[in-house]
């Protein structure tokens, strides 16, 4: 009796792995398509919550201003002109792409944010005086691509 329960085992477990060629092949290539769909949407995710961020620390920090890379990981900012008051500034940046960016002021000591891809940085807070000030991605050759801003203080 144990010997038929045990040879009926295995016949069920060669049956099962036995199946229809085009069932695993969809399977297969389902496989890809959805870890594919995962990372979009895990990506669109990390866009949505940089936007969020960026417009909280603008609402809720007077003297901030926000700025953000473009979601293709172009070289550059939007908006790349920016104005604040004297005094301490906040600096909320965000980059919803994929291509490692950062924002800092030159001459400024402080002035830069963490590297980040698709997510915000943590704001950072400046003191400035009146003037005009060139802000630039420190990432690599990005500003000397042209990655650069003008922040104006009044």
């Known amino acids: 009796m144990r010997r038929t329960l045990i040879a009926l085992a295995l ?3 060669i049956f099962a792995g036995c199946g229809d060629d085009e069932d695993t092949e969809t399977a297969a290539t389902a496989t890809p398509s959805a870890a594919v769909e995962d990372a979009e949407n895990a990506a669109e995710d990390a866009v949505d919550e940089a936007e969020e961020a960026v417009d909280e620390a603008a609402e809720t920090a007077e003297g901030a201003v ?4 473009p979601e293709s990981g172009a070289l550059e900012f939007d908006p790349d ?9 906040t600096i909320a940046y965000a980059n919803p792409s994929s291509t490692p960016h950062a924002f800092a002021i030159d001459g400024v000591d402080g002035a830069e944010t963490e590297t980040v891809s698709q997510g915000a940085a943590p704001p ?3 003191e400035l005086e009146a003037g005009e000030y060139e802000f ?19």
């Open 66 to 69: 926000a700025v953000t890379s």
């Open 124 to 126: 950072i807070q400046v």
């Open 136 to 154: 630039y991605c420190p990432v690599g050759g990005h500003r000397a691509a042209g990655m650069v801003g003008t922040l104006t203080v009044e």
């Open 11 to 13: 016949a069920g477990a």
């Open 81 to 89: 002109s920016l104005t604040a008051k004297a005094g301490t500034v």
